[in-house]
């Protein structure tokens, strides 16, 4: 009841501010200002010159609106809708830690690269020291190294990673007392914005981007193949997957009951 009135009362907060700030707003709000704009119809604003630096605008729509000029973190609108004029402030890091936990990439032989030194946030965040935080994620030192300097690691290591990270905020929230306290403590930190990207082998020996959205259907997709061939992932190790029409054209080969 308690964060309800609170609410209501920073609602009230937003309405009477004379601020255009999108920051200053979030941050009324008494939400995590960084997912604050989740999904967010910006569309047509004037939001110039403006310090984004801690917002996110994960599947936020900003068609028309004028980002000339502002401040941002690296990868805060690589999943937002933008005229075309403003994807220069996207790359290729489309994925959050959240993301690489959630969705079944061990089904597939793929590989991830960090931001470069995103990790080192990471580190400080956890409050471990490198060794340990290597120790921790059940990678050696070196693998971290690589990780933190940008370079490809496995699918296993990344998971690895990303579940160490979130046990220990999550630990941290909760002797904090508080569940806001990490998401305060972290609103400014690269690593609340997509800071992962995964890759697939490609035909020439090198590696390809796999974009976001590509992943979804390619994790649906397979699903259905691996039961249709009555397949248990956990005894298999990851198939070489590429794209979503490959598996299609594969299970175009079996009938609904898994039969050919």
């Given amino acids: 009841m308690t964060m309800t009135v609170n609410r209501f009362f920073n609602t009230i907060k937003i309405l009477q501010s004379t601020s255009s700030s999108l920051r200053d707003l979030a941050e ?4 995590d200002p960084s997912t604050f704009y989740d999904g967010a119809d910006l569309r ?23 980002l000339e000029g502002i401040i941002v973190d690296d990868g805060a609108f690589n999943n937002a809708n933008v005229d075309q004029k403003f994807d220069f402030l996207k790359d290729e890091f489309e994925f959050f830690i959240s993301d690489i936990l959630s969705e079944d990439l061990d ?3 793929v590989f991830c690269r960090f931001r470069k030194f995103s990790l080192e946030s990471a580190i400080e965040l956890t409050k471990n020291s490198y060794k340990n935080f290597a120790h921790s994620s059940y990678i050696s030192e070196t693998t971290l190294r690589r990780a933190r300097r940008g370079e490809v690691v496995s699918i296993d290591t ?28 972290m609103v400014y930190s690269p690593i609340k914005q997509p800071f992962i990207q995964v890759l697939e082998l490609n035909d020439g020996g090198g590696f390809s981007n796999i974009k976001k959205r590509d992943i979804s259907e390619l994790v649906e997709t397979a699903s259905h193949f691996f039961s249709l061939r009555g397949d ?3 005894k298999n ?4 997957v590429r794209r979503p029409p490959e598996i299609v ?9 898994g039969t050919l």
Avoid at 44 to 66: P, Y
Avoid at 237 to 240: A, D, H, N, Q
Avoid at 249 to 257: A, G, P, S, T, V
């Fill in 28 to 31: 009324l709000s008494g939400f």
């Fill in 44 to 66: 047509g604003l004037d939001i110039s010159q403006q310090n984004l630096v801690g917002l996110n605008f994960q599947n936020a729509d900003l068609r028309d609106a004028n």
């Fill in 107 to 109: 089904y597939f032989h």
């Fill in 158 to 185: 990344a998971i690895n990673i990303c579940q160490f990270i979130k046990d220990a905020t999550d630990k941290s929230a909760s002797f904090s007392g508080s569940v806001n306290f990490i998401s305060k403590y």
């Fill in 232 to 234: 248990d992932k956990s």
């Fill in 237 to 240: 190790s990851p198939v070489i």
């Fill in 249 to 257: 054209r594969i299970l175009k080969e079996y009938d609904y009951d």
